[in-house]
């Protein structure tokens, strides 16, 4: 069973920096896209940054210039790297993947439980 499992939020003053990762497991292929996604009290779920093999990165305007999306194929793993956090981005920020299974070209969608980030004024 595939699952994304997210780390690396916690309690940051403004200014400050975080990492976030998400280790998927479980799948047997590479995933093509990962997303980081976040969703703040009372608001939508909105996409922060998206990385897909071979593709330039790509961010909400809200974050350009201060988060960086990577990926680590051979861990299974995409990062999230954000700095000067501002309480704005205050969100529980989830990974995501969607895509189309090789061989057996199934639709898949999976998310991970969420880490929450809380950046302080």
């Known amino acids: 069973q595939v699952q994304l499992v997210e780390s690396g939020g916690g309690l940051v003053q403004a200014g400050g920096s975080l990492r976030l990762s998400c280790v998927a497991s479980?799948?047997?292929?590479?995933?093509?896209?990962m997303e980081w996604f976040r969703q703040a009290p009372g608001k939508q779920r909105e996409l922060v940054a998206g990385?897909?093999?071979?593709?330039?990165?790509r961010y909400a305007d809200s974050v350009k210039g201060r988060f960086t999306i990577s990926r680590d194929n051979a861990k299974n793993t995409v990062y999230l790297q954000m700095h000067n956090l501002k309480p704005e981005d205050t969100a529980v920020y989830f990974c995501?993947?969607?895509?189309?299974?090789?061989?057996?070209?199934?639709?898949?969608?999976?998310w991970g439980q969420g880490t929450q980030v809380t950046v302080s004024s």
């Open positions: 995501n993947t969607v895509g189309i299974a090789p061989g057996t070209y199934e639709a898949y969608d999976y």
């Open positions: 990385l897909t093999n071979g593709e330039t990165p």
């Open positions: 479980g799948s047997t292929f590479t995933f093509n896209a």
